[in-house]
């Protein structure tokens, strides 16, 4: 029997775990301080961290998504691929990434007990660099980078060289629907009119839709 388990009863952990449950995002602290009022008993964070390990709960980093969709832009989106109809050939994506040295940093790290983990680490985006490529039905077409991050002139160019190229194609062509999310270079203002005077069909993405894949 360990010692969480001699000195808090089963009715104890429970209540521990439910408060875990039903706010992921808390603290130990804020648990313990719960128990505390609900129990009139003291508890530290160490075995509130055991009791919560020992039912099988550990801590995450945080993962998010946005919390509402657009109804009129997945009708719009809906709408756009409708009239197209491409077949599954026609189809681009395309999309961007970038790091920097902070990207490189680890999240959590180990110290004696009762001390704060601290290092000295840079905080600036010295070094910035940015990815995007471009997916077809058969894998990654192409990609590009650039040293910062990228801008809608960056991404405008990085899109008629792909098409000098043959990976892009005008409409009804294979490799001719582009679709993108709605990021700013890729909406400003003369982006999308320039790469349909290729013959390109564009197609924006509504906000986080993961009905639409």
Known sequence: MTAVHAKFKEHHRLFLVSLARNDPMGYLDEFGARFRLEFNMSISDTSVSRILHL??????????????????TIIEYSAQINSLRPSHDMLVFCDE???????????????DKGKDLIMRVPMDRNGRISVMAFIGHTGVLDYNYVTGTYDSVAFVNTVFALFRKGYLNPYPLPRSVLIMDGAHIHT??????KIESLGIKVIVLSPYSPQQV
Do not use: F
């Not at 400003?188 to 009119?193: E, F, L, Q, R, S």
């Open 55 to 72: 039912h099988g709960l550990s801590r995450k980093v945080v993962s998010t998504i946005a919390a509402r969709q657009r109804v009129a």
């Open 97 to 111: 990434s970038s790091c920097d040295v902070r990207d490189l940093l680890r999240r959590y790290g180990w110290e």
């Open 188 to 193: 400003a203002k003369g982006v999308i009119d």
